[in-house]
């Protein structure tokens, strides 16, 4: 079975249903489905991306914002393993690419992993109108960014190989045999597969977007929306009403999770079709 892909199919259902749930005015129900898509689709991204295990789906629950954490927490030491073959290679200093690259300091690492571990905990406390405008005006300029990346590919192939050729050549007067397999492994990858390379990168961007955008604003209140807390005043039925912001907007975050579960079975066929191509190249 492939746990992601099934995921995803359930994802697009609960989306459904979410929907039917709205148009009956069962708003609380609607919020929980909703959160069940986004949920469900995150969990498909982290598995594709290698970030969570099946084994780990259940303890994970319904904090799926762990997934964005263990992203951060993973990237430190693939960050310190990176610049140390960087400094094996002095060559590649003069590459502006990797000159920037070596400027990111690791020791910083656990500072923006906990002023990001607060932001998700406190992303959608105090949910206004104003503030959940602002937020899908930030997600519209991301999108729109990412988007026009698409228009030059084109010029993005030229630079990308140049680039690639530049960082052999680099390593090539440090390692001749590295520079032979690294030739190689370029030669083979045609303009093409470069473009499709380009179009999967920006696809996990959007998607990844969509996703923690959704995940930070919905994902929390998933318990808040099924069940009442006496002891808070809780009760999810007088909470959720038309009255209440994501209520309001409910069509315009389900058109949002629609984006995300296309973004992400994009991803996931184009990621499949880019292996075919590249082991059929080797």
């Known amino acids: 079975m492939n746990t992601k892909i099934v995921l995803l199919n359930i994802a697009e259902k609960d989306l459904v249903a979410a929907r039917c749930l709205f148009k009956e005015k069962l708003y609380p129900q609607a919020i929980f489905y909703l959160e069940q898509t986004v949920e469900k689709a995150t969990k498909a991204m982290g598995l594709h991306h290698k970030i969570i295990t099946e084994n780990e789906l259940v303890g994970i629950g319904h904090n799926v914002v762990k997934v964005y954490t263990r992203m951060l927490e993973d990237l430190k030491p693939k960050v310190i393993r990176a610049q140390d073959r960087i400094r094996q290679f002095p060559k590649l200093e003069h590459i502006t690419l990797f000159r920037k690259f070596e400027e990111i300091d690791p020791e910083k690492f656990e500072e923006i992993l906990t002023n990001f571990k607060l932001f998700l905990r406190y992303s959608n406390r105090q949910l206004t109108d104003e503030r959940l405008e602002y937020a899908f005006l930030e997600l519209t300029k991301l999108e729109e960014e990412l988007n026009s990346q698409k228009i030059a590919i084109e010029e993005d192939i030229n630079k990308f190989k140049s680039l690639a050729y530049e960082v052999a050549k680099a390593i090539g007067e440090e390692d001749p045999i590295a520079y032979k397999i690294i030739e190689k492994e370029l030669d083979s990858l045609t303009p093409q597969l ?89």
């Open 194 to 282: 470069t473009k499709k390379l380009i179009e999967y990168a920006i696809s996990v961007a959007l998607c990844y977007n969509y996703l923690l955008f959704l995940s930070t604003r919905i994902c929390p209140l998933a318990s808040p929306a099924r069940y009442p807390y006496p002891e808070e005043g809780h009760n999810p039925l007088q909470v959720y009403t038309e009255q209440h912001p994501l209520i309001k907007r409910f069509e315009q975050l389900a058109q949002i999770v629609e984006k995300a579960l296309n973004s992400l079975r994009e991803v996931f066929s184009r990621g499949t079709e880019i292996e075919k191509e590249i082991n059929m190249s080797k």
